[in-house]
């Protein structure tokens, strides 16, 4: 599904049908050096790979079950984070962008998806001096919402700007402290819908949500539980986890397709189905 004599990247939104994506399975993931509160509460039972491996696989299916073709990166033992594709890289519209990543170890992420790339022959940018992170950038039409946090710098988002150009605004987007990205607290479903973790955002910021999005609130047990980090695959349907309920009762109350798919064992090092996964190509539906 590659389109080798099409577009081969494009992505104007997060929920139009999801085509093509880059995934990487947790065969080395382990947590080493904590870097948020959900890797702190499970640095002693750390992660049992097996079964972080089965549910990454479920989800793959669920994927392909649903028309996406999936690329898989191949995991390398020194890179026990490699399973979260989307801080490596982003898509605005035809341009895919790799991420300036803040630790040097996931670095080397982002050269095995520039190895990939260029053995596809797709076109990438790497423009960026400073950090900036693809779990920070949300896209959604000419509307670019970009998470300030510690992995993603003001200097990188003015960047991010200078290489859109007028075509786009660039909404820088502070987030609290505790939050490692913006998708760990917002997600935007539609054009009208989006999840949010109100405590995630300055009160002004909050607002100016409020007033792009009607929000549904996602409360601070399943924030930690990655209530927010869904992922949408098109025609209002979305990856979530069965344990956050009510966001997902929330979501079908709204019209949304649910489904869920067990992730349990790799939310255990602080992401989920956003994270795990890196769309290059989403079709305009």
């Given at each position: 599904?590659?389109?080798s004599?099409e577009?081969t990247v ?8 999801l085509?093509t994506?880059?995934?990487c ?6 947590i080493?050096?904590?870097?948020n509160?959900?890797?702190?509460y499970y640095?002693?039972g750390?992660?049992?790979?097996d ?8 989800f793959?299916?669920?994927?392909e079950?649903h ?12 890179l026990?984070e ?8 982003f898509?605005?519209?035809e341009?895919l ?9 996931r ?6 998806l520039?190895?990939?790339l260029q053995e ?11 950090s ?5 950038v949300m896209?959604d039409?000419d509307?670019i ?9 003001k ?9 859109l150009?007028?075509?786009y605004?660039?909404i ?6 505790s939050?490692?990205?913006?998708d760990?607290?917002?997600n935007?479903?539609?054009?009208d819908?989006?999840l949010?973790?109100?405590d995630a955002?300055?009160?002004?910021d909050?607002?100016?949500?409020k ?6 609130e ?45 992730f349990?064992e790799?939310?255990?090092s ?16």
């Open positions: 599904m590659i389109k004599e577009k494009e992505c104007t939104t997060e929920y139009h049908k085509e994506l880059f995934i399975r947790p065969k080395y993931m382990e080493t050096e904590i870097i509160e959900t890797q702190r640095i002693n750390n992660i049992d790979v079964l972080a491996m089965e549910q990454h696989e479920d793959a299916r669920a994927l079950k028309g996406a073709e999936v690329i898989r990166l191949e995991p390398e033992h020194q026990n490699q399973v979260f594709t989307r801080d490596i890289g898509c605005i519209g341009r962008f790799l991420s300036e990543m803040k630790t040097n170890i670095g080397a992420e982002v050269d095995v520039k190895q990939n596809k022959n797709i076109a990438y940018h790497r423009p960026f001096l400073q900036i992170e693809g779990g920070d896209v039409g509307k919402w970009v998470g300030i946090s510690k992995r993603t710098t200097e990188a988002v003015e960047t991010l700007q200078s290489q150009g007028n075509d605004q660039v820088p987007l502070p987030i609290d402290k939050i490692l990205h913006l760990c607290a917002f935007v479903l539609s054009p819908w989006a949010v973790y109100p955002f300055a009160p002004e909050y607002q100016k949500l007033e792009n999005y009607q929000l549904i996602v409360s601070a047990a399943e924030q930690f539980s990655m209530g927010t980090n869904v992922l949408s695959i098109g025609g209002g349907k979305v990856i979530s986890m069965p344990q956050n309920k009510d966001v997902n009762e929330k979501m079908r109350q709204t019209g949304f397709q649910v489904i869920e798919v067990e349990s790799i939310i255990k602080g992401g989920s189905f956003r994270c795990c996964s890196l769309p290059v190509y989403r079709s305009n539906s």
